[in-house]
């Protein structure tokens, strides 16, 4: 019962997130609902009442342009109507670039005979769809041991069994999160605006240390059992450099609090199904046949270059 | 009770001593890493435009960068373009605003000396101190116009686009009627052996001499590179087998108008580099015909 | 373990062969697998490594009466910290191609288990001069695993060694590939190992 009344505080904590996140999103202008980019050369603009389908349906009165070339308009070549008349489909001649957030302006919206001004509106990828691409991205299309080779030491070290690693996996996933929230906070706002970021190196292997002895004392203090099960890991995680990778390649690609958030846990979650995938591999591999000179770690430096291989085939795959 | 202070005592001393080692050499380093960069850029941009060291610019070669911003004023958005003028008149540079149609609507004078131009800082201040505050602006991007004696010699212009994994950095050399005179990868990312090989000669070198036409419908083509071809691009930098004269003219005649060849299990960065410099010859065609124009009109004494 | 008793060729070559960081000890692989593509990474790395090795030994070598037995290894991290800052720092000004191509390793050298290791086990109980030789060592052993690596994965993969162009053509696209790496370090070690045991074999026999 306790266990299910904490996963609904967490489902809670989640929607709470999510409305958030989806009540940002909304376009400036009051009669209209919602904007969105729909196939490859499309823009739907979603009105909260019907509109005048002369108006509508003339292509005059819109004019689109990516945000930063907003003297480069776009060909539209046609407007389609809903049945309902609130819905508005721009088809334009070319394909439009969906990275780019694109400003679609109407001119005098028309509805029912009475004009309701200008809307220049902000047509955006959905917000969170990115966010979670960020988190896929980091978890498994550039999973930090397989694609870009970081953590080995930690990673051959512990995946011997498949409850170590999990064990491993887990307080890995805590610590990382913890210590690079910390590490993006102090870079924002301590190390950026006064021009210290050359002591970035420094002054994040120190959070580092200090996130895992503060996770050290607050569990054996909290929850001695689960102390019991993970505190040998902990001294491991900070000879791994996934840990110290994280926060410099947030400081360097300028990352939000949001968009860390997910990078982090996903190269936690990515180390996890790495160990997890490697350690049920060389628990079977403890029954087969190996020759002496590859016994222990070349083998597992082969396994993991099949893992790798086959890793690569996710390379540049984007979601949303 | 002793011992906490010995230790936190021997820990500020090692911390003091470890930063002003960090921050001395941060200082010593910070300007030669600036220097160093802009020689690499400056080596880049001479390189494109066929000045190596065996062969270098004739002293009259001038570059002169313009910088292009978005300003906004409430809803109503204009472009400023930040351009050298020549010296005598006010000397420096001026920003010149037109609006989204072509249109010519301010020009301001700037106080800002050519020496700090590159800094970013320094021109946003410069520009802040013409534009009254409901305006605001943002950098957009920048123009090099290389001037040889009196007339226009080629633009040089700095790109991003995204590859197939990261973005790719750019920059590319055209010639006034367009023409692409050289395409230089500066920073990339894709996967070494497949997508990193747009840096190499035969991929990059093929974008050489496309004219304007050609370049507004390029395509990328999976046919294989033919040998020919490729020993044509790699010859171009002069080394190994130098082919003689009249095969050059008949297999440069014969590929000008061709497709890019894509490389081998490399789709999709081909056709992100190919697309990248369209988009950009596109745009930058657009703007500068415009720009020139109210150039003209309002008779501005650029420097280029 | 007491102070150490070896001449100074012999802890330059213990750091070279019997405890080669790379194929012996098997730490800091994160580098042999992630950038060793070409011999001119591995070296360049190698001098970075062996750069911030012989600074850290030396620095703690130095002031070793002098720390608190309870703040040890925040002092060494600190200590490995400065010198990896000061290396990207100078890296990063004057060889700017050459630390792209590394990329994000530089800074990671301050994670890698075998400059801790070395001052833990050696450089706290040892003078000046051993620990500096022990040093050179370690970090030569470090670049000449990167650049074998490096020449079998630069040889096969693109047919070049220091960019020269050697064989004139690619025998195996495949070792320029990231995962090849792995495969790469999986069969030098064995190979390492075979020779092992054929050595001891021959002894015995």
Redesign the interface.
Known sequence: MKILGRKYLLLNILLIICLFLIGGCKPEHRFVKKTAFKDTNKIVIEFAGPVDETWAKNRSNYTACEKPDPDIRLKIIDVSLSADKKKATLVFADDLNKNQPHVVTATKISSEGKSLGTAILNVKKFYLGYLFSILIGAMIINNFVFTKYLGLCVFFGVSQKKSTAVGMGITFTLVIVASAMMSWFIYQFVLQPYRLDFLQIVVFIGLVSLSVQAVDTILRKVNPLLFKAFGVYLVLVIANCIIIAVPLILADNEYNAWESLMLSLGAGLGFLIALFLMSSVRERLELANVPPTYRGLPIAFVLAGLFALSFLGFSGMSIF | MKEIIRITVGLTVSCLIAALLMGSVFIVTDKAKKHNEHVNIQRAMLGLLGYTRGHPAPPDLRLYTMYRYIIEDGAIRTLGYMLPVVKGEHGGYQLVVIDLDGQFVNRFKLNITPEKVSEASERASAIKAVLKPPKTFVYSDSTIVAKLGQKRLAYLLPGKFPGFKTFIDVMLAIDPSFKIIGLEIMEQEEDPGLGAEINQDYFKNQFKEKSFEKIKKINVTKEPLPEEYKKYLETKKGRDFPLPKGVVDTIRSKYQDKDIYALTGATISSQAVTNGVKNMIRKFAYRINRLDSVISRQHIPVAF | MPATTKTNFQLVSNGILNDNPIFRL??????A??IS?TVMNGIMLGIAVLFVQVFSSCTIAL?KD???P??RI??Y???I??W???I???L???M?AAY?EMG?FV??I????IITMRLEVFACKNSVPASFWDGIGMGLGFMAGMVAIGFVRELL?MGTILGYDVLGFRPL?FF????????C???M???F??ME?VYNRKKKG
């Open positions: 098997a730490l800091s692989m994160c580098p697998v992630g593509t002031i002098h720390i608190h309870r703040i925040p002092t991290t600190l200590t910290a400065t990896v800052t000061v990207d720092l100078v990063a000004a004057y700017p792209k994000i800074k990671l301050v994670a890698f288990a993969g696209l320029v590939l990231p995962a090849a790496g792995f495969f370090v999986g069969i070690m064995a190979m190992n075979y045991l």
